[in-house]
T-cell receptor, first 112, second 115 residues
Framework: KNQVEQSPQSLIILEGKNCTLQCNYTVSPFSNLRWYKQDTGRGPVSLTIMTFSENTKSNGRYTATLDADTKQSSLHITASQLSDSASYICVVTSSGTYKYIFGTGTRLKVLA | GAGVSQSPSNKVTEKGKDVELRCDPISGHTALYWYRQRLGQGLEFLIYFQGNSAPDKSGLPSDRFSAERTGESVSTLTIQRTQQEDSAVYLC?????????????FGDGTRLSIL
């Protein structure tokens, strides 16, 4: 069964600190993996997308990694800001399909 | 508009009433998705439209749910005889094509509360 699991479920950090969020998937055949940021009351917004051949991609203070062999991805946030408080969702697509498989997200809260 | 627009942003209604939710996708986007997001849970696929092809309705939870889309424009999601378990955020997304390598662009959702 195609699944995407994220950890931790929630996380609280102090402003300025770094953090890493995890995503494990069992989707096969794999096409690509995305990380989305969802602010409270808003729709998800894409942060990064990685295909099978890519193992790291950055978007400002966000850096995503992908290990297609172990089917794991991580999202590293550097020098966190209050505005980083949101849910971060890992989404995997299988080759030849239009369906996106969503993880349940990690709720991040950054405290001043 | 520049993004996906959904209306209403909030809807409160009594159990048993029908509701209609609207989604305006990004112009030129042929693929349109509806998702349901219950509090604290992940996005649940409901229905997918691609151009003029027959929609994939495999995610609709019951026959009380239906959706329409005219060509590559506006879509409406209708829930008949609403139940309290229908309370959720309903998100719409569009993408340029239905290929999985295209990014999805989401609206801000309709927050539906059934009393």
């Amino acid at each position: 069964k195609n699944q995407v699991e994220q950890s931790p479920q929630s996380l609280i950090i102090l402003e300025g600190k770094n953090c890493t969020l995890q995503c494990n998937y069992t989707v096969s055949p794999f096409s690509n993996l995305r990380w989305y940021k969802q602010d409270t009351g808003r729709g998800p917004v894409s942060l990064t997308i990685m295909t099978f051949s890519e193992n790291t991609k950055s978007n400002g203070r966000y850096t995503a990694t992908l290990d297609a062999d172990t089917k794991q991805s991580s999202l590293h946030i550097t020098a966190s800001q209050l505005s980083d408080s949101a849910s971060y969702i890992c989404v995997v697509t299988s080759s030849g399909t239009y369906k996106y498989i969503f993880g349940t997200g990690t709720r991040l809260k950054v405290l001043a | 508009g520049a993004g996906v627009s959904q209306s209403p942003s909030n809807k409160v209604t009594e159990k048993g009433k029908d509701v209609e939710l609207r989604c305006d996708p990004i112009s030129g986007h042929t693929a349109l998705y509806w998702y349901r997001q219950r509090l604290g849970q992940g996005l649940e696929f409901l229905i997918y439209f691609q151009g003029n092809s027959a929609p994939d309705k495999s995610g609709l939870p019951s026959d009380r749910f239906s959706a329409e889309r005219t060509g590559e424009s506006v879509s409406t999601l209708t829930i008949q005889r609403t139940q309290q378990e229908d309370s959720a955020v309903y998100l719409c997304a569009s993408s340029l094509t239905g290929l999985g390598n295209q990014p999805q662009h989401f609206g801000d959702g309709t927050r539906l509360s059934i009393l």
